[in-house]
């Protein structure tokens, strides 16, 4: 896997027929890369819409926006690059955000933390992540990809009252 990602969107030209409309990697507009960090944000995709509208092509490149964990609403699609230990990786902070996570280990093996548990995974397996406080790390010798597809969401009012006040979410 190309350490940037291939990115391949498709539109329409004036008739409607589908094209490709650009092929390669993905422009990124932030330093989320590196040993400093501990791994390589690979942002493929976004939008503030729920519901994105399908045009035929897009007005402006999704990518080129702040960096944020999540932004404010819509969806988000990255690769992740965890990078182990002898690598700069570490183990990220305990966090906790107000989305539904898909996140799908293409390559490698990632451990995944919660309050009161952990749970290796590898190539194949597939976390669905429901705004659980957690953390990720990569304990082995060599690095682990993830593709997180992360959605807008909203907690529950009764789960809400259980939850740690003040609730601290990353953005």
């Known amino acids: 896997m190309n350490s940037k990602g291939r990115r391949v969107v ?5 008739v409607g ?5 650009s092929d390669g990697p993905p422009p990124q507009a932030h330093a989320m890369t590196g040993p400093g960090v501990g791994a390589d944000f690979i942002e493929i995709w976004n939008s503030s819409a729920a519901v ?15 960096f944020t964990i999540m932004p404010p609403s819509g969806h988000l699609l ?9 690598m700069g990786g570490h183990r990220t902070v305990m966090h906790r955000t107000r989305t539904l996570d898909y996140v799908v280990v293409i390559e490698g093996e990632v451990t995944l933390l919660l309050d009161d548990s952990e749970v ?8 669905v992540q ?14 682990a990809r ?9 907690f529950d009012e009764a789960l809400l009252e259980t939850l740690p006040k003040p609730l601290e979410l990353m953005r």
Do not use: M, Q
């Open 10 to 14: 498709t539109g329409h030209d004036p």
């Open 120 to 127: 290796v995974l590898g190539a194949g397996d597939v976390v």
């Open 78 to 86: 990255r690769l992740i690059a965890l990078y182990p230990a002898s």
């Open 130 to 143: 429901r705004g659980t406080n957690h953390a990720w790390e990569n304990r082995s010798d060599a690095i």
């Open 17 to 21: 027929k589908s094209i490709i409309l």
């Open 52 to 66: 994105p509208p399908l045009t035929a092509t897009e007005a402006t490149e999704p990518n080129n926006r702040p």
């Open 146 to 154: 993830c593709a997180f597809f992360h959605l807008d969401a909203t």
